[in-house]
């Protein structure tokens, strides 16, 4: 119970799932949780958690939007000067700050993703949807075709760049 132990308090009922569910994640694997266990978790009814929620990918797409947004709204004044690729770095390296509480977790669902191909193809596609958002904040273009090609190679590059970090326990993330 890394994570978020105390799930239910505080919070929407989407922000108490989103909690549940990671702090569950970092526990056991993604294909040993029930939906009604995120919603006792979480301190709601199965109601409202299909109101806020699909599935349990949705919410890790929720998770991984709520990420996309801190990093975006963070100040980033320090970073004017810098070229697009040294911004998109330093836009990483924040992202994976904002992480490093949920790397239970997330080693949890690398885990799950690898035997799960419909999993593996959720992911992808909220890590290109999430890539595409990093690109932007650096200043790199993701309008039309290969705008989708760079999320995507980009959503490649950056699960190489997990996977390593996932594995790394320095904590000035040498690796």
Not at 32 to 56: H, Q
Not at 67 to 91: G, Q, T
Request: with cysteine.
């Amino acid at each position: 119970m890394s994570d978020t132990a105390n799930a239910n308090e505080g919070g929407t009922p989407r922000e108490r799932v989103v909690a549940a569910l990671m702090g569950l994640l970092a526990d056991k694997g993604l294909e040993r949780i029930d939906l009604p266990e995120v919603a006792e978790r979480a301190g709601v009814t199965l109601a409202e958690f299909r109101k806020a929620f699909s599935s349990l990918p949705a919410v890790l797409a929720a998770f991984t939007a709520d990420i996309d947004e801190k990093v975006l709204a963070s100040d980033m004044s320090d970073m004017a000067d810098e070229s697009p690729r040294e911004r998109l770095f330093d836009i990483l390296m924040r992202r994976l700050e904002l992480l490093a509480p949920h790397k239970d977790a997330l080693r949890s669902v690398v885990r799950s993703a690898r035997f799960n191909p419909p999993l593996a193809m959720a992911l992808n596609l909220s890590a290109a949807r999430s890539q595409s958002w990093m690109l932007s904040a650096a200043g790199i273009s993701t309008a039309g075709l290969r705008g989708a090609i760079r999320s995507q190679g980009m959503a490649c590059l950056y699960a190489d760049v997990m996977r390593t970090w996932l594995r790394d326990d320095d904590p000035g993330l040498a690796r």
